[in-house]
């Protein structure tokens, strides 16, 4: 049967079971090979006073958060996009 996906739709291994992540968004368990991986940084102080602080040169500092999505709630919510068929076969970087 041919493969929408070379990956199968998964990261990582290719056999047996991954241990599952919680989406969050909605909750859902998806097992971690299957699930997207979004991360950001945070500033711990608001916005406009953290650009005062690094004009008067000050480091601001920022936490990284890191997210999992199920495919539904990355689609929707734009983390992913679904692409053509030549384009699922490549494989890139989440932003
Ligand atoms: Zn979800």
Redesign the pocket.
């Given at each position: 049967m041919t493969k929408k996906r070379r990956s199968g739709g998964r990261t990582g291994s290719q056999s047996g079971r991954d241990q599952p992540v919680q989406?969050a968004?909605?909750?859902?368990f998806v097992p971690r090979g299957k699930a997207k991986r979004v991360t950001k940084y945070v500033s711990l102080v608001d916005a406009t006073i953290g650009k005062e602080l690094r004009d008067a040169g000050a480091i601001v500092p920022r936490r990284q958060v890191t997210n999992w999505?199920?495919v539904?709630?990355a689609i929707h919510t734009h983390k992913v996009h679904i692409r053509a068929g030549d384009d699922r076969r490549k494989h890139e970087k989440i932003r």
């Open positions: 989406c968004k909605c909750g859902r999505y199920c539904s709630c």
